[in-house]
């Protein structure tokens, strides 16, 4: 049995996906009732990207004609936003930045995600929008008196 995908890194260390020769290439097009992203695009890079628009892409086609996606993930002016913007070597981009652990992290508007995912002017290649909206709480630590506001984007 072959793998379906592999992950190299090119010559500039960033991973690649390929699939080795003979390997069977799996679809996962129209295969899916319901598809939930859970804090994943913040991390797929910021908006509008070519990697995004991909991974976007990726989920639409993988949704059965009647599908639904559910998602949540980081909105813009959350907290921690706020104090990774403080520190200005970990800005990449227009609310993109590194977090501490490496990884990037996008801070999405609700029209980030409505140019994404769905459809304008009656096109058929996206998705309706049943419900998209700013999920925001404020959450206090009793021990040390502080309180963190968050800010979170949610839709279906």
């Known amino acids: ?4 995908t592999i992950i190299i890194e090119n ?3 960033i991973p690649q996906r390929q699939t080795p020769k003979g390997a069977p290439r799996m679809s996962l097009a129209n295969s899916a009732d319901v598809a939930i992203l859970l804090f994943c695009l913040s991390a797929v890079g910021p908006h509008p990207s070519p990697s995004l628009d991909r991974a976007a892409r990726h989920v639409i086609d993988a949704l059965r004609p009647g599908g639904t996606l559910v998602m ?3 909105g813009r002016l959350d907290e921690a936003q706020m104090k990774l913007g403080d520190a200005r070597d970990r800005e990449l981009g227009d609310n993109f930045y590194r977090k501490g652990d490496g990884t990037g992290c996008y801070y ?3 029209d980030d995600l409505r140019d994404l995912f769905v459809n304008e002017h009656a096109r058929d290649d996206k998705l309706e929008e049943l419900e ?3 999920v925001t709480r404020l959450y206090r630590n009793r021990g040390d008196g502080t309180t963190r506001r968050r800010v979170w984007v949610q839709g279906r």
Do not use: I, K, N, T
């Open 1 to 4: 049995a072959h793998p379906a």
């Open 108 to 110: 999405f508007e609700l």
């Open 72 to 74: 949540r993930d980081y």
């Open 11 to 13: 010559s500039d260390g």
């Open 132 to 134: 998209l909206d700013y």
